[in-house]
C-alpha cells in the first residue's frame, strides 16, 4: 500500500483540478490502476443534486432521510459509509471535518484511522490544526506540483487589519419599532413523530450578536428556517418576527428584505457570469446575481462596499473567478448592502483557509461594530476569530432539543 500523506492547499488553489489530477489524469500522486474514492462536500453536492432531479437517493442515512433532508453531520456519515462499502484502494478526504460537531469528529478521525492500516488516505485541507494524526507527509501546491510543506513563519501570517474604511451608512435606517427582532416563545417541532426542538423560547434584539451553537443534528437550521425560511412547521407556533406574529399573512418577500442572509452552501448550482459588483447590488433585491436595473442611490452604496472590501478596482471581473473565501466576503457585503436588521450567517466559516478565516471574522467584527444590525452566527463550534456577545446553545434529548443561554 503506498503511503497516506496530505495536500495543504489555500483558497487561492483550484481544488477540483487538483483532484481530477489526482483521480483521473494520475499527474500528482501515483494511483493509477487504483480505485478511488472521493470523500468530499463535492460528491455530497452532487449526489444531493441527483435526488432533486431523479428523485431517488443512492446515499442511506442513519434516519432514512434523504441527503436533502438530513443534517451535515448526518451527510458526511452517510456518505463515508457508502464510500467504505465500496471497498476502495485509496479515499481522497477532503475537508474531512467541515460542518461536524467535535464529537462527530473524534468518530470520523477514529474511523479514517482505522481505516488507514487497508486504505491510501490522501488528504485535502486548508487547515493545519486539521491533517490527520496519522499523517506525516504534508505538501503543498507550487505551480500545480507537490512540494514539501513549509509550515507558515511570522511573515506569512497576516495580522494586520485588512478593512479600514468606514461601513456604509444604511440606504433606509433601520427601524426600532419593533422589539424583539425574533422572539421564540414555547417552540417545539418534530419530523415523522420525532421530536427535533422542545419547547424553545428566546429572543434576538436590535443589535446583538448572537451565536446559535449545537450538535449536529441538534436543530439549528430547522430553528433558522422557522425564521429566514418557509418552514410549513413554524405555523401555528408563537413566533414573532419584526413585530408580526408568524402566519398572520406576512410575505415571504417582506421577512426577506428586512433579513441578510448568507449560507456557505447558498452558491450550490450557481453558474451564471455575474461581475463582483453585480453580485453586491443584488442584495438590494434578494436575488443572488442582479436581474433589475439598480437606482444611483444603490450603486453609491455598493461601491462603498466594494472600497471598503478593497475589490474596487476588480468591480467587473466575473464573481465566480474569485478565490472561495473573497467570494465570501462578497456575499457579506451583499447580505449586508441594504443594512438589514437582521443577518443570518449560517454555517460561514466550512471550507475557509487558514488566511480567509481571519479576513472573514474581522469583517463581520467590523459589522457587529459600526451597524446596528443584529446578527445571528450559527455554527457548531466557536470560531477563535469571531466575537458573538450571546451564546444559545442546543442540547439535545430524547424529547429534542433544549435551548439555553450560555
Ligand atoms: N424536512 C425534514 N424531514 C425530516 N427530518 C428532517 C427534516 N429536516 C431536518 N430533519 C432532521 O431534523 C434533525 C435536525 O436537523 P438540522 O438540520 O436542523 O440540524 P443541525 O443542528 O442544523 O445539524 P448540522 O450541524 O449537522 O447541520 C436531523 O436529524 C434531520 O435529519
Redesign the pocket.
Known amino acids: 500500500m503506498n503511503t497516506h500523506f496530505a495536500i495543504y492547499i489555500s483558497n487561492k488553489d483550484d481544488k477540483p483540478q487538483l483532484i481530477e489530477h489526482i483521480m483521473f489524469k494520475n499527474s500528482i500522486a501515483n494511483v493509477s490502476n487504483l480505485k478511488g474514492e472521493l470523500f468530499s462536500e463535492i460528491t455530497l453536492n452532487k449526489f444531493i443534486e441527483e435526488e432533486i432531479i431523479h428523485g431517488h437517493f443512492n446515499v442511506t442515512t442513519t434516519?432514512s432521510?434523504s441527503l436533502l433532508?438530513?443534517?451535515?453531520?448526518?451527510r458526511k456519515q452517510a456518505l463515508l459509509q457508502h464510500i467504505i462499502s465500496k471497498k476502495p484502494d485509496y479515499i481522497i478526504v477532503d475537508n474531512v471535518f467541515g460542518?461536524l460537531?467535535v464529537a462527530k469528529q473524534a468518530a470520523i478521525e477514529k474511523e479514517l484511522t482505522r481505516l488507514s492500516n487497508s486504505v491510501q488516505i490522501i488528504q485535502i485541507t486548508n487547515r493545519v490544526a486539521e491533517i490527520l494524526p496519522f499523517i506525516t507527509t504534508i505538501y503543498q501546491l507550487h505551480e500545480g506540483n507537490l512540494v514539501a510543506f513549509k509550515p507558515f513563519t511570522a511573515s506569512t501570517k497576516n495580522e494586520t487589519l485588512q478593512f479600514v474604511e468606514a461601513l456604509p451608512k444604511a440606504y433606509y435606517p433601520v427601524s426600532k419599532n419593533f422589539n424583539p427582532l425574533v422572539k421564540f416563545d414555547k417552540v417545539s417541532v418534530s419530523?415523522?413523530n420525532r421530536p427535533?426542538l422542545n419547547n424553545i423560547s428566546w429572543e434576538i434584539n436590535h443589535g446583538e450578536f448572537w451565536q446559535l451553537i449545537?450538535a449536529?443534528?441538534?436543530?439549528?437550521?430547522?430553528l433558522l428556517s422557522m425564521i429566514y425560511g418557509d418552514n410549513p412547521k413554524a405555523f401555528g407556533q408563537n413566533i414573532t418576527l419584526f413585530g408580526v406574529k408568524k402566519g398572520s399573512g406576512e410575505s415571504v418577500w417582506d421577512l426577506k428584505r428586512k433579513i441578510g442572509y448568507f449560507s456557505s452552501e447558498m452558491l450550490r448550482g450557481f453558474k451564471r457570469l455575474d461581475s463582483i459588483a453585480n453580485m453586491i447590488v443584488s442584495g438590494f433585491f434578494d436575488s443572488v446575481g442582479l436581474y433589475k436595473e439598480p437606482t444611483n442611490e444603490q450603486i453609491k452604496i455598493t461601491e462603498q462596499w466594494l472600497r471598503v472590501l478593497k475589490m474596487y478596482d476588480n468591480r467587473k471581473e466575473n464573481f465566480l473567478d474569485l478565490s472561495k473565501g473573497h467570494q465570501r466576503l462578497v456575499l457579506i457585503a451583499r447580505a449586508m448592502v441594504k443594512h438589514p436588521p437582521l443577518l443570518i450567517l449560517d454555517e460561514p466559516t466550512n471550507g475557509l483557509d487558514d488566511f480567509d478565516i481571519k479576513l472573514f471574522s474581522e469583517l463581520i467584527n467590523k459589522i457587529a461594530k459600526e451597524t446596528d444590525t443584529a446578527i445571528l452566527y450559527v455554527s457548531?463550534r466557536k470560531e477563535a476569530g469571531l466575537n458573538p456577545e450571546f451564546v444559545y446553545e442546543l442540547v439535545q434529548n430524547d424529547f429534542g432539543s433544549e435551548g439555553r443561554k450560555l
Open positions: 434516519t432521510n433532508h438530513s443534517s451535515e453531520g448526518e460542518n460537531d419530523y415523522n427535533i449545537g449536529n443534528g441538534s436543530g439549528k437550521s430547522t457548531h
